[in-house]
């Protein structure tokens, strides 16, 4: 504080000026642009944020602390968004981190940094997710070490601040700028945006939203999508979950975790279109659509539009 810093800078103008009100931001200061076109409201966000937990770790409390192998050939899938080893996201957490404290200094995670950029290589030359893990279990634990990381009091809130951070960089902001470019202006829509973002990626939303406008007549792919040629936000998220849900019934994986599209597809239902009302996840693929799509087993849970959450001792399975 109070240290004076000298900066030099360029200007197309030929009158000399004295710059004033300099912002100087990092991604290592944990600052993330605002979204355009608005993002949620704080508690808005919590129960997005809270609801897309329930598919990770089947919990609304984001488990900064989480990391298994889950055999989906994404190696290690790790914290509160399930940041893998294999797809070029766990490596940003651990880059942000190893900004924030050395090794000398509590870091458990710098020491994997080697093994991680090799797997992360391999991930940008051939664009194909990675599932080995080898190059990080000759080095140490990284489950048992992810999880100190976040349980250590003296830790705890570097590796919370890079996970919230790469979360909001990678999902969260694209999510709300893909929803303001399609002319989705309500919660539940970035709400659901967003939760794909963190199952599919960047690549595989533009995929689906491309394929939802497609189904609405859309081929053109004008933007923002609603309001064009009569087409409602209700209509677009309608197609937009059933191009999700049909691509993770498409895969062996996926299709365990199907019922998470459903509990959008019951928001959109009940016109839960603010989260103004209590979120419940009391809902099946199968209820919302004629398929015999296979339970999930989600724990069902009760989150309030403030956030906070219970556990419901009786519940009926419905999408109405």
């Not at 979360?167 to 902001?173: G, I, L, M, V």
């Amino acid at each position: 504080m109070n240290a004076s810093y000298t900066f030099y800078y360029s200007t197309n103008s030929n009158t000399s000026w004295t710059a004033s009100n300099i912002v100087i931001s990092d991604p290592s200061c944990g600052s993330t642009p605002p979204p355009p076109g608005g993002g949620l409201t704080e508690n808005q966000k919590k129960v997005s944020e809270g609801l897309t937990s329930i598919w990770e770790n089947d919990t609304p409390v984001l488990a900064y602390a989480y990391s298994e192998n889950i055999q989906d050939g994404r190696g290690y899938t790790s914290g509160r968004a399930g940041f893998c080893t294999g797809t070029g996201d766990a490596i940003q957490v651990i880059q942000c981190y190893n900004a924030r404290r050395s090794a000398a200094n509590g870091n458990l995670m710098a020491k994997y940094m080697p093994g991680l950029t090799t797997i992360n290589n391999r991930f940008l030359s051939t664009g194909q997710s990675q599932s080995s893990t080898s190059e990080l279990d000759v080095i140490g634990n990284w489950r048992a070490d992810w999880a100190a990381s976040y349980n250590n009091t003296t830790t705890r809130a570097d590796f919370k601040a890079c996970q919230d951070q790469v979360s909001d960089q990678f999902y969260y902001t694209p999510a709300m700028a893909e929803a303001n470019k399609w002319g989705a202006t309500s919660a539940l829509s970035k709400m659901a945006l967003y939760d794909a973002y963190i199952n599919h990626g960047e690549s595989g939303v533009k995929s689906l939203v491309r394929a939802a406008n497609n189904a609405l007549g859309n081929t053109a792919q004008v933007a923002p999508a609603v309001g064009y040629n009569g087409i409602t936000e209700s209509s677009w998220l309608q197609r937009f979950l059933e191009k999700r849900r049909d691509v993770l019934a498409a895969d062996a994986t996926w299709l365990q975790a199907i019922d998470r599209v459903a509990a959008y597809e019951k928001l959109r239902r009940r016109g839960n279109w603010d989260l103004s009302a209590a979120v419940r996840n009391d809902v099946r693929a199968s209820d919302c659509w004629s398929s015999p799509y296979p339970f999930s087993g989600y724990t069902v849970r009760n989150i309030n539009a403030d956030g906070t959450w219970s556990t419901p001792g009786s519940y009926t399975f419905s999408c109405q």
